[in-house]
């Protein structure tokens, strides 16, 4: 555990210690951010008490896509932390991506960040932009203080919409598949016990989807605590 200071800090952003930003580390600590390197099972960047923020570049983002990695890191953000943000960095998606990637994949993964997983994307240009975005967060979550704030969260009524919307948080699962699921098995309990032979039984679930299911639900919890 490392701890990075200045004189006069009085915040103090906790780091994973594996984050390559030696930029963006010294604009906070010249902002006054003291900067706790540990190790993190989630997130980047962690501002007490309840946020936990995911950078990305956008080169790292086209390739999370690619490899399947993005839903299930964005479903233990939504799950595991109370208010969840991802910094996507980088002046656009036309210099430095991968060339197997199209531009309705990368704004399809943005819509279904802010809509299946309710977790905002705020978009920054370089790592002291994305500095400068930490401290106003840090800032604002100060002058909240021990309050979380309002909440303002979808809540399903129906104990039908109320399943199809557990489903949903699922990697791949939209209101269609949702539905499919609960059609053919009945349950959520029934569709977590099911094998990946009998997931194949539901129209259009690929293997790739199937896989990403299984790495949700099959994983132990306490891999995926912040710290």
Request: aromatic share 8%; hydrophobic share 35%; charged share 25%.
């Amino acid at each position: 555990m490392k701890k990075i200071v200045n004189k006069a800090m009085n915040q103090t952003i906790i780091v994973d210690y594996r984050e390559c930003a030696d930029v963006l580390k010294q604009e906070l600590v010249n902002a006054d951010i003291a900067i706790l390197e540990k190790k993190l099972n989630i997130g980047d960047y962690v501002i007490s008490p309840d946020t936990l923020v995911e950078r990305k570049t956008t080169h790292d983002f086209c390739m999370s896509i690619i490899d399947g990695r993005l839903f299930s890191q964005a479903y233990r953000l939504a799950r595991f932390a109370e208010n969840p943000i991802i910094i996507l960095e980088g002046e656009s998606f036309t210099k430095n991506v991968p060339v197997n990637i199209g531009i309705s994949q990368i704004k399809g993964a943005l819509i279904s960040l802010a809509q299946t997983f309710r977790i905002p994307v705020l978009r920054t240009m370089n790592q002291k932009d994305s500095a400068w975005h930490l401290k106003q967060l840090a800032s604002q979550r100060k002058r909240i203080g021990m309050n979380k704030g309002p909440h303002y969260g979808y809540t399903p009524k129906k104990l039908q919409t109320k399943k199809e919307y557990v489903l949903r948080m699922l990697p791949g699962i939209g209101p269609k598949k949702a539905k499919q699921l609960l059609d053919e098995f009945g349950s959520i309990t029934n569709i977590v016990n099911a094998s990946p032979e009998d997931l194949k039984k539901v129209s259009g679930l690929g293997q790739k989807t199937i896989d990403e299911i299984f790495h949700v639900i099959r994983e132990e919890y306490t891999e995926y605590s912040i710290y």
